[in-house]
Nanobody, 118 residues
Framework: QVQLVESGGGLVQAGGSLRLSCAASGSIISFNVMGWYRQAPGKQRELVAA???????NYADSVKGRFTISRDIAKNTVYLQMNSLKPDDTAVYYCNARRQEWRISDIWGQGTQVTVSS
């Protein structure tokens, strides 16, 4: 079973940048979609960015123009480049891998904390 490990979280000042990594133990191209979600205290988990097998990306409105999702297929790794960070970006960020065939199957990482100070 594929496992996902997030890294790159930490404390950063507002306006700063951070790059998150999601390393998979298997080929990321085997998934229909990979994405980043986040969950802040007292809030629901929300989709931040996603990249489909063919390379198409989509983003939450709140991060458009600031965040970029990318991948390195050879390294089995998905990245989330976060620029112009705001305090509202503070959350635990989770990597997700989805395979949709006859049913939807999701794999989640353990999460990495991102804290943006004001």
């Amino acid at each position: 079973q594929v496992q996902l490990v997030e890294s790159g979280g930490g404390l950063v000042q507002a306006g700063g940048s951070l790059r998150l990594s999601c390393a998979a133990s298997g080929s990321i191209i085997s998934f229909n979609v990979m994405g980043w979600y986040r969950q802040a205290p007292g809030k629901q988990r929300e989709l931040v960015a996603a990249i489909a097998k063919g390379g198409t990306t989509n983003y939450a409105d709140s991060v458009k123009g600031r965040f970029t999702i990318s991948r390195d297929i050879a390294k089995n790794t998905v990245y989330l480049q976060m620029n112009s960070l705001k305090p509202d970006d503070t959350a635990v960020y989770y990597c997700n891998a989805r395979r949709q065939e006859w049913r939807i199957s999701d794999i989640w990482g353990q999460g990495t904390q991102v804290t943006v100070s004001s």
